[in-house]
């Protein structure tokens, strides 16, 4: 099993997991949007829910937020391994 820290999608965390925001891949409008509700690079960032199909539930500076599938693939994260 591989140890330490990689990138991921935000997509594909799975639902418990945390995550350090590093950068997105999106155009202006995507990158304000997420920036506006809180995504910026180096945020901690927490999965609450993510069913593999539909909008995920990201926690996020204290506040709970629905990203759907497109806008989560476009954001990169440094996934935290607690081993």
Request: hydrophobic content about 40%; proline content about 4%; aromatic content about 4%.
């Amino acid at each position: 099993m591989l140890k330490g820290n990689f990138q991921i999608p935000l997509s594909d965390m799975a639902t418990g997991e945390g995550a350090t925001l590093l950068v997105f891949k999106g155009g202006r409008m995507v990158n304000n949007r997420l920036a506006s509700l809180g995504f910026t690079p180096g945020a901690r960032v927490s999965m609450v829910q993510n069913y593999g199909r539909g909008p995920l539930l990201v926690e996020v500076r204290g506040a709970c937020v629905a990203l759907g599938r497109g806008e989560a693939a476009k954001i990169l994260v440094e996934r935290s391994t607690h081993e």
